[in-house]
DNA sequence: ACGATGCCTTAGAATAGTTCTAATTCTCAG
DNA sequence: CTGAGAATTAGAACTATTCTAAGGCATCGT
């Protein structure tokens, strides 16, 4: 399956020279593997996919990778409970449901209006930068999903 | 400031009990360590506030009662980004606010009517059990706090 | 073009948090 | 009192991540 990997470099070489970062071929690689597969990989799973295309590479590089995109703001670092830390290119604003029979993680999109009320549990003084919502549960075989 | 730390037993053994489990001393003692200060110790910091108690008490068996307490439902383990898991024994359906300057968590109540809004945001064959809110920023001084 | 400067990558060592293992102790039923 | 199962313990092992020190590479000023 052919896949077009031209038109990213474009804004994650603006946002790394926004940050007086170079974009490097690790940068490159390491962020294209995660809009390749969304499927919220490990740092270990990143690592296995990008040596297939840089073999040389090693698994602190992805590491410093990985914490430069999330710092880059390109890239979300999530935690679901204990266990290593998973990546996700997706940007806009939604929650994370995990199928705890499959290990599987899906990003559900939250309505502005859905955001807006969670942000209203607040009481005064607290004063939130982001966040977080994780679902845990299972997924049902969808009876006659689409 | 005294603190009744007498009735808990009683429900702590009840639940141990629906679960073919034995109260122990260990499991009391981690258990109203929990109870005394609310602050979302790590297991370290449960294992140096038993200590006092019971100075004889292992680490690995901190954290056995800790997964313990959590399979009985008497207690949440809750993640914040990568680092110790930390430990929450309010059952209320509540979330949590992480304070990025002082590290400190802060239960925020969530009225039913929030909770259910959340929920609706997941598609058909999305069948969550448990959905945690995790919000991160700073608290302010509260110019007239109380 | 050339060297200096500093960013980047690398391998491996080190660390933090948690789980595992095997031995011992405790509890309770018979 | 004895045997069976449950719980605790210390320490080893393990996993995920960060640190360290060395070397490589790109860019800038001259």
Same mark, same amino acid.
Request: hydrophobic content about 40%.
């Given at each position: 399956?052919?896949?077009?990997?031209?038109?990213?470099?474009?804004?994650?070489?603006?946002?790394?020279?926004?940050?007086?970062?170079?974009?490097?071929?690790?940068?490159?690689?390491?962020?294209?593997?995660?809009?390749?597969?969304?499927?919220?990989?490990? @740092?270990?799973?990143?690592?296995?996919?990008?040596?297939?295309?840089?073999?040389?590479?090693?698994? @602190?590089?992805?590491?410093?990778?990985?914490?430069?995109?999330?710092?880059?703001?390109?890239?979300? @670092?999530?935690?679901?409970?204990?266990?290593?830390?998973?990546?996700?290119?997706?940007?806009?604003?939604?929650?994370?449901?995990?199928?705890?029979?499959?290990?599987?993680?899906?990003?559900?999109?939250?309505?502005?209006?859905?955001?807006?009320?969670?942000?209203?549990?607040?009481?005064?003084?607290?004063?939130?930068?982001?966040?977080?919502?994780?679902?845990?549960?299972?997924?049902?075989?969808?009876?006659? @999903?689409?």
């Amino acid at each position: 399956m052919p896949l077009a990997i031209t038109s990213l470099p474009e804004s994650l070489a603006q946002r790394l020279a926004d940050s007086g970062l170079r974009a490097t071929p690790q940068r490159e690689i390491v962020y294209s593997v995660l809009l390749a597969k969304r499927d919220h990989p490990t @740092a270990d799973e990143v690592y296995v996919r990008v040596k297939s295309e840089l073999p040389t590479i090693s698994l @602190a590089t992805v590491y410093n990778c990985l914490e430069t995109l999330v710092q880059c703001d390109l890239v979300r @670092a999530v935690n679901f409970e204990r266990g290593p830390t998973r990546y996700c290119p997706n940007l806009r604003p939604h929650a994370h449901f995990h199928d705890e029979q499959t290990g599987a993680t899906h990003d559900i999109d939250l309505p502005p209006e859905v955001l807006e009320k969670v942000n209203a549990v607040l009481p005064a003084g607290y004063d939130a930068k982001s966040v977080e919502i994780i679902f845990r549960g299972k997924t049902n075989p969808s009876p006659a @999903a689409f």
